[in-house]
Nanobody
């Protein structure tokens, strides 16, 4: 299984950005897909996730109401739409897949990881 994340970049505070993560080598729809982020000097943290059908999402409190996760199973792609970005959202963002199809909040809940894409929010 390979995950390829993209879409990171530099954005001003208050702006928006959409990250994409394309999966290959798996039956995409069976996977619970999660997004994590890691800021400099900090541990990786869970941002949010979406179930296989796309009908249920879960978000960390820090991003709730600002970030939206969606997926297109026909394209084997999961998205992270980020709005009202803050400097504290600056981090490397990772997508991850859990073939068990169950929500997981911890890194060890996910078996496959993308390489990460850097998001920098300037003040």
């Amino acid at each position: 299984v390979q995950l390829q994340a993209s879409g990171g970049g530099l954005v001003q505070a208050g702006g928006s950005l959409r990250l994409s993560c394309v999966a290959s080598g798996t039956i995409f729809s069976i996977n619970y897909m999660g997004w994590f982020r890691q800021a400099p000097g900090k541990e990786r943290e869970f941002v949010g996730g979406i179930n296989g059908s796309g009908g249920s999402q879960y978000y960390a409190d820090s991003v709730k109401g600002r970030f939206t996760i969606s997926r297109d199973n026909a394209k084997s792609t999961v998205y992270l739409q980020m709005s009202s970005l803050k400097p504290e959202d600056t981090a490397v963002y990772f997508c991850a897949a859990a073939p068990g199809g169950v929500l997981g909040l911890r890194e060890y809940d996910y078996q496959h990881w993308g390489q990460g894409t850097l998001v920098t929010v300037s003040s």
